[in-house]
């Protein structure tokens, strides 16, 4: 048991990368095939409906459209892998790069935020209701989730907007932040209705693998030995059955994802979700293509990083890993 | 006891917005028809009011519900033929089938499926046929590894290993013994399914690349109320209400029927 476990570690992580590897690049070639089926023509994009046929075919070649599929591929990717994504079709014909990483913070601290509060919330509220399995806050607090998950975002934001930024005017209906009011208010919705189906899930996550760990052995030793309460919850049990949750970061990027579509969408937000949207109601190929391929790759490193870290937390992933 | 009336009120439910479905659309008034009033409150000709341009909100919650149940019902219809057929022939096709087939199942996961659906929509254009389209390309992969997992474990059970000894043939042992077993389990899972459709449905709506107006559907409605809600809530509230109860009504089956097939997940 000595050196082996440890190498056997790395071993698995080399795999995973692989895997992530392999992962990104399934959804590089999705992207480009889709692009391929995409009506619309780049390089006619490009020199416009009024040029030469000559000019059309220079353009091609400059754009590699001349080349076999494979090797567009292949171009494709090292394009991408240095930030080039091609250019908008429409206005100032903007690079899709550049857009992107102006739209890319916007959303971006949305969601850290938004998993923050929901991990905060969620832990909280499942932990209490694991505490008292069965009485009155329990199920509160189930309430609380069901509903979370349960009411769709798209509901539950005009609803909110509705009450605290119509009736009452606590905060502002719309993402102005260069109006004068302080940031931080303008985040206050887009943050509570992004977090709130990562948080359901997390809160029953948490109450579900809580109330098994309560029932351990080694909780029954520490309330034997008297150690108080809240000590016991908070760092015998609750450190044990945060395991779960971890997990549950990564596949909360999908409903992240729904939600920061949703938000930016009726909070007039310019970020990923945003663009993309107009992309499309526009028909802007290149940028759909763009946005899709970088929220598809934040998707698999949020994965590989939550696969690395999990072993990290638990000795048991740590030992049992091939 | 208790458990049993609920199942028997959201079933009562979902029976009643089948038909609503079907007969709402055109019931009183026509879902398109502008009748120059708008914004009234709920009164006995218009039973819960009239939008924006004076059309009756009941006949456009029908046709929703038309919408829904289709895209819901197609995209399971189909993603059930798809995932089974893969999921099948995930644990009995030779290698050369099993392999690719399990590979790109696995792959399809590595895609959020609410981005899939967007590329899908981008690259095919907005409106119900992409929708569905869409919707049934991200669907099936989870119905494929729920049959898979099923149909290796029924494998190796007696009377499969005492028909196999026999000499039955493959497609017999499938349609004989592994395929009836799956019924009741994929029944429970289509109803949470549908219900995770038509939330998908709404929400590209809602975003403006779903179900495109002047066709109401639950989504587009609830984003068209959001601009009049101030002075009209109740036009906003209509949708959101019906949406939700119908989501929560299939979960819940979905969840009492998974009991009934599977009694030790209770």
């Known amino acids: 048991m000595s050196a082996a476990p440890g190498l056997r570690f790395f071993k698995s992580i080399a795999l995973r990368l692989l895997y992530g590897v392999v992962s990104l690049l399934f959804i590089a070639f999705v992207t480009f095939l889709a692009g391929e089926l995409a009506p619309g023509d780049a390089a006619l994009a490009r020199v416009g409906e009024k040029a030469t046929h000559e000019a059309y075919l220079a353009a091609r070649h400059e754009l590699g459209l001349d080349l076999p599929w494979p090797q567009r591929f292949v171009k494709y990717v090292a394009d991408a892998s240095h930030g080039d994504l091609g250019q908008s079709w429409f206005g100032t014909r903007e690079p899709v790069g550049q857009i992107i990483g102006r739209a890319f913070p916007v959303t971006a601290r949305v969601a850290l935020l938004a998993i923050a509060l929901a991990t905060l919330v969620g832990v909280f509220l499942g932990s209490v209701a694991a505490v008292n399995e069965n009485r009155a806050m329990d199920k509160a607090a189930l309430s609380i989730s069901t509903l979370g998950v349960t009411v769709p975002n798209f509901v539950l934001g005009p609803l909110l907007v509705l009450f605290f930024a119509e009736w009452n005017t606590w905060l502002p209906i719309n993402y102005e932040p260069e109006m004068s009011r302080p940031l931080w208010i303008y985040l206050v919705i887009p943050v509570v209705i992004m977090s709130a189906r990562p948080m359901a899930t997390l809160a029953r996550l948490t109450r579900a693998s809580m109330i098994d760990t309560l029932r351990m052995e080694f909780v029954k030793l520490a309330v034997a030995k008297g150690v108080p309460p809240w000590r016991l919850y908070t760092t015998h049990a609750l450190r044990n059955a945060v395991l779960p949750v971890v997990t549950a970061m990564g596949t909360s990027f999908g409903f992240l994802l729904t939600g920061s579509f949703i938000v930016e969408r009726f909070y007039s937000m310019p970020g990923i979700g945003f663009y993309t949207i107009d992309a499309i109601q526009k028909r802007d190929t290149p940028l759909i293509l763009g946005t899709v391929l970088v929220t598809g790759a934040m998707f698999v490193v949020v994965n590989l990083i939550v696969d690395i870290v999990q072993p990290l937390i638990d000795p048991r992933i740590r030992e049992s890993q091939v | ?266």
Request: aromatic share 10%.
């Open chain 2, 1 to 266: 006891m208790r458990g049993k009336w609920l199942l028997a009120i959201a079933l009562a439910f979902l029976a009643l917005v089948v038909l609503f479905a079907v007969f709402g659309p055109n019931f009183r008034h026509g879902y398109l028809d502008a009748t120059g009033q708008p914004f009234l409150a709920p009164n006995g000709d218009f039973w819960l009011g009239t939008d924006e341009q004076g059309r009756d909100i009941m006949s456009r919650l029908g046709f929703g519900a038309r919408m829904s149940l289709l895209v819901g019902v197609t995209v399971q219809l189909i993603s059930l033929v798809v995932g089974t057929v893969v999921g099948v022939l995930g644990v009995f096709a030779p290698v050369w089938i099993r392999v690719p087939l399990l590979r790109l199942t696995d792959g399809m996961f590595a895609f959020p499926d609410i981005l899939l659906a967007i590329l899908i929509i981008g690259v095919f254009g907005m409106g119900l046929f992409p929708v569905i389209v869409a919707l049934s390309i991200t669907a099936w992969p989870s119905v494929a590894r729920l049959v898979k997992t099923q149909v290796a474990s029924l494998k190796d059970r007696e009377f499969f290993v005492a028909s196999q000894a026999l000499g039955a043939p493959t497609p017999y042992l499938v349609f004989k013994h592994v395929l009836p077993h799956l019924w009741g389990i994929l029944l429970a899972v289509s109803m949470v399914d549908v219900a995770g459709t038509i939330l998908a449905e709404s929400s590209l709506s809602f975003l403006g690349i779903g179900i495109q107006a002047p066709d109401p559907s639950w989504g587009n409605m609830i984003n068209q109320a959001r601009l009049y809600m101030n002075s009209n809530p109740m036009v906003l509230l209509w949708p959101c209400l019906i949406l939700s109860m119908t989501v929560f009504a299939l979960n819940f089956v979905g969840d009492e029927l998974r009991s009934l097939a599977d009694p030790r997940s209770r």
